[in-house]
């Protein structure tokens, strides 16, 4: 995607969604200014709206990052497990990547990104379609809809993680991935 960006360039970018990213976890989005970002970052405004047209498309690009991240991370290494296996190796792998950086996504659902939520289920829901699609899923449950199955475990799964990330008080791994073992059927 960045390809065609000079190492200056990625550089600066990189230096910016780190800034974004730190002063998001320190005071809500709608307080921050361009200035602000600039100035965390150590770069000036004029190489900021270089990169960027406004704080909105420097959130934007950090959230697609960290889309880009969490799809690479929460798909299981060894895709040839059972079906169930790999659901519950995707929900562990989801929540170990969500704790890791639970404070800057509270910060993001709080800043009112729920669009960019919305691109990562709409993009997760289509690789369980095309998982659900394949004949050992298929052979494991016949009469399942790979559409809508897909839909269902994304959208309960990111509901989950949204309300878990919320919590004052968030529950163990653990017991999160032992309740979620009852949802999904033996497949």
């Known amino acids: 995607m960045e390809t065609h960006l000079d190492l200056r360039q990625r550089k600066t970018r990189r230096l910016l969604v780190e800034a974004l990213a730190q002063l998001l976890v320190e005071k809500p989005f709608q307080e921050l200014s361009v200035v602000d970002i600039c100035g965390r970052a150590m770069v000036h405004r004029t190489t900021f709206y270089a990169h960027f047209n406004d704080k909105q498309e420097l959130l934007r690009y950090l959230l697609e990052g960290?889309?880009?991240?969490?799809?690479?991370?929460?798909?299981?290494?060894?895709?040839?497990?059972?079906?169930?296996?790999?659901?519950?190796?995707?929900?562990?792998?989801a929540f170990t990547f969500f704790a890791s950086r639970r404070e800057l996504y509270r910060a993001c659902l709080n800043s009112g990104a729920d669009v960019q939520v919305h691109a990562l289920e709409d993009c997760a829901a289509q690789e369980l379609c095309r998982l659900f699609s394949?004949?050992?899923f298929r052979e494991a449950s016949p009469s399942m809809d790979p559409q809508v199955a897909a839909?269902?475990?994304?959208?309960?799964?990111?509901?989950?993680i949204r309300w878990w990330l919320s919590s004052s008080q968030p529950l163990p791994v653990d017991h999160l991935l032992a309740n979620l073992e009852q949802f999904i059927p033996i497949l």
């Open 66 to 93: 960290l889309e880009r991240e969490c799809i690479a991370t929460c798909q299981p290494q060894y895709p040839e497990r059972t079906p169930r296996e790999y659901l519950m190796a995707a929900a562990r792998n």
């Open 134 to 136: 394949e004949p050992r």
């Open 151 to 160: 839909h269902f475990y994304t959208g309960a799964m990111l509901s989950l």
